[in-house]
């Protein structure tokens, strides 16, 4: 199998994940919603804005340093929050924070992360954004952001793109539900990937690690974790609900998800200091357009002030200039430290 450290961009490093991972596990990475345009479209975007170079200009001396989440970060790029992430590396996200920390980068946790808050916080020196939701019951919201007071957390990113489960067919056809009901080709395919397979079983205990104890507290009330997750999603939630959690917070804010000028305002009315341009990798939507595109007209909208991030599509460093110069402080990436971070080796913390 070819080392990862011979891959030169992230579409190697994607080839490579996709080899070495059992092929329901790649495809929850890989995939998007329905046929899959909105996924493709993220990343296809950035190819139809050129750079045009002003030329004998003394470059000699380059700084790329900035402040997400009024924090300061070596690159305006952050490590966006992403699911179940033990399920790529033994380390979880353990091992990405001691990479972002290594690199000068922020990293979000989501919620639905396999490492506990105060764990994440106290192993990673890094700035800290934490990726919540408003829940139908507020008090659990309510729990998480006295947790990320207390553990020190510099920022909270809600995500509004959810208020259903988007339509994931390679998830569906793979078994990978929630509970999983696993095809015999998935079986096999675990079989045959023993290089992730062994580590996962001989791993830790797989667990949402933050909501937990919710279900803990719920026993004997036939209701698993996941089922508990799934009951919590509310379909309510409006602009109401960023002004309560804005004020429950008191710090700086990201809605994540925005697409549009007037949601954008919507948001830093409500008290939000940023928005995430976002789609959800194309995981949601199929028909959303590719958050680079909307960066121009969100920026003209709000002005100097708010911060805005470009979450999705971002492949090269190249994208990463063409958002910023569209008017983005920074961008965030999901898939492509997933792909890197594919290891059996829970001590590779943060070699790159």
């Known amino acids: 199998?070819?080392?990862?450290?011979?891959?030169?961009?992230?579409?190697?490093?994607?080839?490579?994940?996709?080899?070495?991972?059992?092929?329901?596990?790649?495809?929850?990475?890989?995939?998007?919603?329905?046929?899959?345009?909105?996924?493709?479209?993220?990343?296809?975007?950035?190819?139809?804005?050129?750079?045009?170079?002003?030329?004998?200009?003394?470059?000699?001396?380059?700084?790329?340093?900035?402040?997400?989440?009024?924090?300061?970060?070596?690159w305006p790029l952050m490590l966006a929050p992403t699911g179940l992430t033990r399920m790529f590396h033994p380390g979880a996200e353990t091992a990405v924070a001691r990479a972002a920390a290594r690199h000068g980068l922020p990293y979000a946790l989501s919620t639905?992360?396999?490492?506990?808050?105060?764990d994440w916080a106290r192993d990673f020196a890094g700035p800290r954004v934490f990726q919540i939701y408003v829940f139908k019951d507020r008090g659990l919201t309510t729990e998480f952001v006295q947790r990320c007071k207390a553990a020190r957390v510099h920022g909270l990113?809600?995500?509004v793109d959810t208020p259903v489960a988007g339509n994931r067919e390679r998830d569906r056809r793979n078994g990978l539900s929630l509970p999983p009901r696993l095809t015999l080709s998935s079986?096999?395919?675990?079989?045959?990937?023993?290089?992730?397979?062994?580590?996962?079983?001989?791993?830790?205990?797989?667990?949402?690690?933050?909501?937990?104890?919710?279900?803990?507290?719920?026993?004997?009330?036939?209701?698993?974790l996941f089922d508990y997750i799934g009951s919590q999603f509310d379909r309510s939630v409006t602009w109401k609900d960023v002004e309560w959690l804005a004020a429950e917070w008191g710090g700086p804010l990201s809605i994540k998800g925005v697409m549009t000028p007037e949601d954008a305002k919507r948001a830093v009315a409500s008290g939000a200091t940023g928005v995430m341009l976002s789609n959800h990798g194309g995981r949601q939507l199929d028909a959303a357009p590719a958050p680079v595109d909307q960066i121009a007209a969100v920026r003209e909208a709000l002005g100097d002030?708010?911060?805005?991030?470009?979450?999705?599509?971002?492949?090269?460093g190249s994208d990463v200039v063409k958002a910023l110069a569209l008017g983005a402080d920074g961008c965030s990436i999901g898939r492509p430290y997933l792909s890197r971070r594919v290891r059996t080796d829970p001590d590779a913390d943060g070699r790159q």
């Open 1 to 74: 199998m070819p080392r990862v450290d011979r891959a030169i961009n992230i579409d190697d490093l994607r080839r490579l994940a996709q080899r070495r991972l059992p092929r329901p596990i790649f495809d929850y990475i890989d995939g998007g919603a329905d046929d899959e345009q909105a996924l493709a479209n993220n990343a296809g975007a950035f190819g139809r804005y050129e750079i045009v170079p002003d030329v004998l200009t003394d470059v000699s001396t380059i700084r790329t340093e900035t402040r997400l989440f009024g924090q300061p970060a070596a």
């Open 187 to 224: 079986l096999l395919s675990f079989a045959l990937h023993p290089e992730w397979s062994l580590p996962a079983l001989a791993g830790n205990k797989f667990d949402l690690a933050n909501v937990s104890h919710r279900v803990d507290a719920l026993a004997g009330r036939s209701m698993g």
């Open 112 to 118: 639905m992360g396999t490492t506990r808050i105060e």
């Open 157 to 159: 990113a809600l995500t």
């Open 305 to 316: 002030g708010p911060e805005i991030i470009c979450d999705g599509g971002v492949r090269r």
